[in-house]
């Protein structure tokens, strides 16, 4: 049986997200035309957590929230058996000339993300977009990186990282084994 270590409890979730929610801000400079989208199922739940934080920390309109469903645009869908697909939701304004912040629960290869580039695409074309991962475990297949980090991961390919959230969970962790 492999060994299973927690990495991060519940307060440091909460710390690297108000980080993460900070550095949004500062580096948006303010909240004006920012827009969080998630990929599901987790990186959803963790937009929905900043933009409550981002609120909080500035005080204005709440973030517009979104969910992108990259199912479709993934590039291993041959060799891997297609999970069932999840709602993609647009914030009503849409995110033609925002700045979109997808946000992630793991950054591994980039295949994700770069799956979801694509699906984004088709609702719009952003300003800029910049990506928010809560873990970062390395092992980049493309040349993707995040702009906004909970925790720099380092982990063996054959490692498996795993963020629970209250939210689906019923606690917050994040376990390597």
Request: charged fraction near 30%; charge should be negative.
């Amino acid at each position: 049986m492999k060994e299973t270590r927690t990495v991060l409890e519940s307060a440091d979730i909460s710390r690297a997200l108000t980080r993460i929610s900070h550095e949004i801000v500062e580096s948006n400079k303010g909240v004006d035309g920012l827009v969080l989208v998630g990929i599901p199922t987790r990186g959803t739940i963790l937009a929905q957590r900043i933009a409550e934080i981002i609120s909080r920390i500035d005080g204005s309109t709440p973030v517009a929230v979104g969910s992108l469903d990259i199912t479709l645009y993934r590039d291993d869908l041959a060799r891997n058996p297609m999970r069932p697909s999840q709602p993609t939701e647009m914030p009503v304004t849409g995110i033609d000339g925002t700045t979109v912040v997808l946000v992630d629960d793991v950054l591994f290869s980039g295949r994700t993300v770069r799956s979801a580039l694509d699906a984004l695409n088709d609702h719009g074309r952003p300003k800029v977009v910049r990506l928010a991962a809560l873990i970062d475990r390395g092992h980049r297949e493309l040349p993707i990186r995040a702009d906004f980090i909970g925790k720099n991961l380092p982990s063996a390919k054959d490692e498996r990282i795993s963020v629970r959230l209250e939210e689906l969970d019923g606690e917050d962790s994040v376990t390597i084994s």
